[in-house]
């Protein structure tokens, strides 16, 4: 008979089974998300008239934001799927649905060799992308926060921002080894299809391991629940996700200065250190990659720690040093022009933001039962990335270009304060978890019989 120690290492490798075929799904995901804006400048003249350069790129970063926009229709319907249907059939047909939209976007003929058509196919395939991105974060945090193990539940889910950033790391290192590989000519007649291959192809490797993913559990007990009242799972409807107005609330207003802050000092950053600082573009690209990697590092590091001192501790770090550190690092940055310095500045405000990314998915999932969470989790998310987050390096371009750039500054610091206000509001959500809470429930014993444990010393 097993021992207690062995039934626990044997879950211990369930549980980082399912996270790495969970959690690599969203990596392949993110980088067909980032692809599209890496390899842009290539073939922006593919599916557009020839003519302005400027206006093709401006076509190409137009249907970017359409696909931005898609991504609450995606955590509406992905997320409502995944509560009514389960976690791992959600999860495969996002990833199977990123798949078909890299696809078209690798197999496209040109504008010159099918006219309209091109930018038509362009457009849908990019919508595609951004429902399956949408649903994708839904499902995931869900599914991450689900399956880890009691008491780890901020060090797994914490993967969800690890391979979201190594997808865009991965974007950038593909095209680092195409751009020294082939010809420009080449990267601009065909090169750039690769990449969307790629994405394509690992997005049909994902497809196959998600199918072999355990449900979780969480789920699972809903479904039995209502199989045993004769009945199907009732949950993932807006009626229901209604009935939590206090939680969608809190999501909204915890994410908001965290989907600010992110693209900020993510993607923003980049384009600042180029325009503003006046570094030179091969150096900010090593800046941004090298950094990313600490960023990478620090999110499982974060979330083992929310294990330790509680969810909101570092939220509220966050939200103090995001309101408080914003203005003067962004100044900062914007009068240096040493490349050590600007990596150490970036590498600063990515710890800053980590208190946010390492631990969201968890926080959010750790506000609504099993019946809604899915939903719950995605739709009032992605509201808010797409509002705020999607619009940060627009307004940041725009007072730029009226010459109030440091207002921009002051506009992320008045963001993060928005949500620490909510953060300090806030219940520490890993002591009033329903996650935890369910998984207790079932497997407390019946009432007047033992613990599995106290039967067997009993014997």
């Given amino acids: 008979m097993a021992t207690t120690g062995e039934r626990r290492g044997t879950g211990e490798r369930r549980v980082i089974a399912n996270v790495f075929k969970g959690s690599v799904g969203n990596l392949i995901e993110w980088y067909d998300w980032y692809a599209y804006t890496a390899f842009s400048v290539y073939f922006a003249h593919a599916f557009f008239p020839a003519g302005d350069q400027t206006a093709q790129l401006l076509n190409t970063a137009a249907v970017f934001a359409v696909g931005f926009l898609m991504r609450p229709i995606g955590g509406w319907l992905l997320g409502r799927y995944a509560d009514r249907y389960g976690r791992r059939s959600a999860l495969t047909l996002s990833v199977t649905l990123m798949a078909v939209g890299s696809l078209v976007i690798a197999l496209t003929p040109s504008y010159a060799s099918i006219g309209v058509a091109a930018p038509i196919l362009l457009v849908l395939a990019r919508l595609t992308q951004g429902v399956s991105v949408g649903g994708e974060y839904a499902t995931s945090a869900t599914y991450l926060s689900e399956v ?24 950038l290192g ?69 009935a939590h ?6 999501v909204a207003g915890l994410t908001l200065g965290g989907t600010v802050a992110f693209y900020t000092y993510t993607t923003y950053l980049q384009k600042f250190m180029i325009n503003t600082s006046g570094i030179d573009k091969a150096s900010v690209a090593w800046i941004n990659f090298l950094a990313l990697l600490v960023f990478v590092v620090l999110q499982p590091i974060a979330g083992a720690l929310s294990d330790k001192v509680g969810r909101r501790p570092l939220l509220l770090f966050f939200g103090i040093a995001g309101t408080v550190c914003t203005v003067p690092l962004m100044s900062a940055l914007a009068g240096t022009r040493s490349v050590v310095m600007a990596f150490f500045l970036m590498v600063a405000a990515l710890v800053i933001v980590t208190g946010y990314t390492s631990i969201n998915a968890i926080v959010k999932a750790e506000l609504f039962p099993t019946s809604i969470r899915a939903l719950g989790v995605g739709l009032p998310y992605a ?68 613990a599995p444990e106290q039967q067997a010393a009993g014997r």
């Fill in 174 to 242: 593909v095209q680092i080894v195409l751009q020294q590989t082939l010809s420009p000519a080449a990267m601009d007649s065909w090169g750039w299809r690769i990449a969307f291959v790629i994405g394509a192809a690992g997005a049909i490797v994902v497809m196959w391991l998600r199918r072999s993913m355990e449900e979780s559990e969480s789920f699972q007990r809903e479904s039995a629940t209502a199989a045993g009242a004769g009945d199907k799972p009732k949950g993932g409807t807006l009626r229901a996700l209604l």
């Fill in 245 to 250: 107005p206090k939680a969608c609330l809190t």
């Fill in 383 to 450: 509201l808010t990335v797409s509002i705020f987050g999607g619009t940060a390096e627009y307004i940041a371009l725009l007072l730029k270009q009226s010459g109030h750039e440091s207002l921009f500054f002051y506009y992320v610091s008045g963001c993060i304060l928005v949500s620490l206000l909510v953060y300090a509001r806030m219940t520490e959500t890993s002591k009033t978890s329903p996650i935890e809470a369910e998984a207790r429930a079932a497997q407390a014993p019946p009432a007047g019989e033992a």
């Fill in 148 to 171: 880890a193990s009691p008491g780890r539940r901020g060090f797994y889910s914490s993967f969800q921002y690890v391979t979201l950033t190594a997808g865009q790391l991965t974007a």
